[in-house]
């Protein structure tokens, strides 16, 4: 079952459940849009694999399955490590 983690881990900008601007990695790194794309160029900093869009668990099934609530965030200045413009894909 996904953890549904509830920020990004280098701007810490709110990822809902709902959110379609969460991208993961296959252990469940978490990332927005935004980052993944122009900070990792897609890339999860972590481990090094690929960062996709976040299922959305519906609704009813967030009552016996609710989110993590434990925030994560990635040590250091994430936001320094940004990519050129021309690198991103």
């Known amino acids: 079952m996904l953890e549904l983690r509830p920020n990004c881990e280098c701007c810490d900008r709110d990822l809902p459940p709902e959110s379609a601007e969460a991208r993961i990695c296959t252990f469940e790194c978490t990332f927005c ?20 869009a976040r299922p959305i ?8 399955n609710p989110p993590s609530t434990i925030r994560v965030l990635r040590e250091g200045d994430c936001l320094a490590q940004r990519v050129p413009h021309s690198a991103v894909a």
């Open 33 to 52: 849009a935004h980052c993944a794309e122009s900070v990792f160029a897609g890339r999860c900093p972590n481990c090094g694999g690929g960062l996709v």
């Open 57 to 64: 668990r519906p609704a009813d099934k967030l009552i016996r």
